[in-house]
């Protein structure tokens, strides 16, 4: 996505510019919903993305070791899906 000098949207990739030509053809309410979660999951993946960024701190890496000498000790189950 491009801008111009006063933050308008100039240019955008083909499947987004779709998206959003459909979207105008909605009623405002869904328009106004659609817009509140797609803002929501970019800040989202802002978040994580910062957060992934950083390096471990201390109490993650000691849990991370606390996690692989229980798998190592055989007192992890697998994680079945359907059961949570």
Same mark, same amino acid.
């Given at each position: 996505?491009?801008?111009?000098?006063?933050?308008?949207?100039?240019?955008?990739?083909?499947?987004?510019?779709?998206?959003?030509?459909?979207?105008?053809?909605?009623?405002?309410?869904?328009? @106004? &919903? *659609?817009?509140?979660?797609?803002? !929501?999951?970019? =800040?989202?993946? +802002?978040?994580?993305?910062?957060?992934?960024?950083? /390096?471990?701190? @201390? &109490? *993650?890496?000691?849990?991370?070791? !606390?996690?692989? =000498?229980?798998? +190592?000790?055989?007192?992890?189950?697998?994680?079945? /899906?359907?059961?949570?």
């Amino acid at each position: 996505m491009r801008r111009d000098c006063n933050d308008t949207i100039v240019a955008m990739g083909k499947l987004l510019d779709r998206a959003i030509a459909e979207a105008h053809k909605l009623p405002e309410d869904e328009q @106004e &919903a *659609l817009a509140w979660w797609l803002l !929501e999951e970019i =800040e989202s993946d +802002r978040r994580w993305d910062e957060l992934f960024s950083r /390096p471990p701190s @201390e &109490a *993650l890496k000691r849990m991370a070791e !606390e996690a692989l =000498e229980d798998y +190592r000790a055989g007192r992890t189950e697998p994680l079945d /899906p359907d059961k949570l």
